[in-house]
Structures are given as C-alpha cells and as structure tokens.
C-alpha cells in the first residue's frame, strides 16, 4: 500500500499523538508499504519553530524509512483562541497545498484528529487523488473544547459540528483510539465495518523497568517518589495536582516529580514559587526514548482529567507508559480507564478533582511497597496482553488491507 498520513503533531515534538503516528507509520513501513507523513515544522507546545524551519514553506525528511514532508504554520507562544485557529486552519492549507504537489499513486489517505480541520486537508487530498479515506478520532470534538471552554461561538460550533458529519459520511473508515469514542460514534449511527476501534497503548519494548537509579542523580534516595510525567495541559487539572502537593508538604519522606510542557506549566511554577513546595520538582519535557528511565525512578504515576462526561470515554497513553514500567498508578479518569486499572489491579482509582481521595491513595501506596509492586506486575501484564503497540499497527494494518 502506499499511504500519505496527515498528522499535524510529530516527532521531534513529544506526545500521545506524535507516538502513535510514529509507531504506527515505522510499523507499517517495516511490512513493506510506502508511507509519506504530512506534518506541521516541530513547535507544540511552546509554539516557537527552530531557527532551521523559518523562512521556508516545506521540507522534506527521511525518519526510520518514512518521508516526512513537513509544512509552515502559524505558530505562536501566546495561545488563544485566534493563535489556535491560526495554528489548525494554517496547517490546514499548507498540507493541502504541499500534498497536492506529491507525484504518484496513494492508495490510502489517512488524516488523524485533533486538530480538527486535519480532516479536512485529508479529504480534499483523498478526493484529489482518488485514494480512500480513513478518518482517526482520538478525541470527539467540538464537543471536547466547548466542554473545556476552549470554543464558546455558537455559530463557529454549529459550523464545526456539520464539517464533522462530513467527515464521517465520506470516510471509507474511522477509527476510534478509545471504547467511549467508538460506542458514541456508535450510537450516531456508524457502524461496523465502517467504525473500527484501535486503541491506545504503548510500546513495550522501550517502555520497562530500568531501575530507580536515576533517583540518587535527582537527590530522591529516601523518597517516596510521586510522578506526574505529560503535558501540563487545562484537561489535566494542574493546579488541582498542586494543590495534593501543598497537602503532602508535611509529609517529608514524599516528593513529587512534575515532567513536561504546556500552556499551565507557567501557573504551576509561579504557584510552587508562592507556596513554597520544596517537596514539588518541575523538570523539562525529555524525549520518549528517555522517559522510561525517569517514570523507573518514581514509585508511583499520576493519571490526572478534569470532571467532565466527555472523559469517561478517555483512555490517556501516558497511563499505558506507567504500566508497561512495571509502576502502580493513582487514576483520576472515571469510566474506561477507570475499568482497566481496578480490573487488572493495576492501580488505584480516585474521583476526579478530588484532592482528599488522591492524597489518601498516595499514602497508601506509600504504607503498602509490596501492594505496589504487585499492582507494577500486573500492570506490565496487561499492557503486553492486550495494549502493545504492536498488536495495535497489526490491526490498523488489516483495517486498511481491507479497503485496498
């Protein structure tokens, strides 16, 4: 097959979305299909292009066998609801336009959203070159960023909403990444074989346990080590996070370990700055490859969401990560994700936004090292049985064999 997949977020940048597309293109790559990946020049989150993208509208790269045709955008540090726009209808028109130059046949035109008018690039692009058209859904929206108050214009909304019927109508597949995605798409009236689901998961040849040693490096020897490793995002509830560590400064023997970027992470600096939580590190974001090794060094792992309907069908990658290093973790994501940790034994679960609760559950991971081994063990188990990033490209490589 050969493949042109838009995803507006990828490596070099760090995430959930940039790791999937990644694998899952390497993947198919290495089954000996042709994969060309559309992408936005690296910015997210902090929005400031390297020097060595600026003044250009395209590149052109080579990444473990996949051609990376990269594109300008409109990217600013300041996020608002304007930046935003321009970030998403920028990329928009410039994949378009950079896609529409690319010479050969494609059998599949594979768009992943959010970004939300990715869609829409995808299938001008499909149409363009009579190529199918597969739709990824990792997160339902408008419906997600009026819910977060990110998107209040009414007619912009209703607007978004019909562009979103379209997609579906048009597209020769969709795939949810979550049960909750799937079964609410479902019941809008797509059905198998159109609606397939593949879900998130991680991979666990590079996510095991390495070890606590990196903690003496971080002066955490006699910790008990609490980590938060992922965007400091608003659907997160960062300052809620904050306010469990200011709750636990008196606790001396534990130390939480904040990892990563986003557009809270400032209000979380200046709020341990005006708390004094000497028992809070914030450290950069580090690059997938090396992550393993700092959540090896925690204890236990934070899977923090707001309190929103929406993310009962949410199903966060990171929590996948923790697992596969053989870590307990405390989740604060109600419903499907809630489900997997107390039905493996993997963790423990709290009601999101529930300072009290999350406090409780640390200390008793604390009081209980060979509970927490134990739920580390089982955690590693189900990742490899049933989320390995593997399993997941295999399926996505028959779903697409199927409309070729």
């Known amino acids: 097959m050969t493949i042109l997949y838009l995803s507006q ?3 070099p ?3 959930a979305t940039q790791t999937r597309a990644l694998e899952m293109a390497t993947h198919l790559v290495r089954q000996g299909h042709r994969v060309t990946v559309l992408t936005e020049f690296p910015n997210h989150p902090k929005g400031v292009i390297p020097a060595r993208y600026r003044g250009r509208c395209f590149e052109h790269e080579r990444l473990d066998g996949i051609d990376v045709i990269r594109t300008w955008v409109f990217a600013r540090p300041n996020k608002n609801f304007y930046t935003r726009m321009g970030l998403y209808l920028s990329f928009m028109l410039s994949a378009s336009a950079a896609g529409s130059t690319l010479r050969g046949k494609y059998d599949i035109v594979y768009a992943t959203s959010p970004p939300f008018f990715v869609g829409a690039a995808g299938l001008w692009l499909s149409r363009q070159k009579s190529a199918k058209f597969v739709f990824e859904v990792r997160d339902l929206w408008p419906q997600t960023a009026v819910e977060l108050g990110e998107l209040q214009n009414a007619r912009f909304v209703r607007w978004a909403e019909k562009l979103e019927k379209v997609y579906y109508g048009r597209a020769n597949r969709i795939i949810a990444v979550t049960q909750g995605i799937y079964d609410t798409l479902a019941l809008r009236g797509h059905t198998s074989p159109k609606l397939r689901l593949v879900t998130n998961g991680t991979n666990t040849d590079l996510f095991f346990d390495h070890g606590d040693h990196l903690r003496a490096k971080l002066g955490l020897e006699d910790k008990f080590v609490v980590l938060y490793a992922g965007i400091f995002g ?7 996070l904050v306010e469990v560590v200011e709750c636990l400064k008196p606790s001396q023997d534990i130390h939480f370990l904040f990892i990563g970027e986003g557009p809270v992470k400032q209000k979380v600096l ?14 950069d974001e580090i690059p997938r490859e090396r992550i393993a090794i700092h959540i090896s060094a925690a204890d236990c792992c934070l899977v923090p969401l707001k309190r929103k309907p929406l993310f009962l069908g949410a199903l966060p990658s990171k929590m996948f990560d923790f697992m596969a290093c053989e870590r307990p973790v405390i989740v604060s994501v109600d419903g499907e994700a809630r489900r997997i940790v107390e039905q493996s034994g993997a963790g423990i679960f709290v009601e999101p936004e529930n300072t009290e ?6 200390r008793q991971m604390k009081d209980s090292p060979e509970t927490c081994r134990h739920m ?20 996505l490589e028959a779903i697409l064999q199927e409309i070729v």
């Open 9 to 11: 977020y990828f490596p």
């Open 13 to 15: 940048e760090v995430g």
């Open 234 to 240: 608003i659907a997160q509830g960062m300052e809620q």
């Open 270 to 283: 200046e709020l341990q700055k005006e708390k004094g939580l000497v028992n809070l590190t914030v450290l």
């Open 357 to 362: 609760q999350m406090v409780a559950a640390i």
């Open 376 to 395: 580390g063990l089982a955690g590693r188990a189900l990742v490899r049985e049933r989320f390995s990033r593997r399993q997941q490209a295999l399926k």
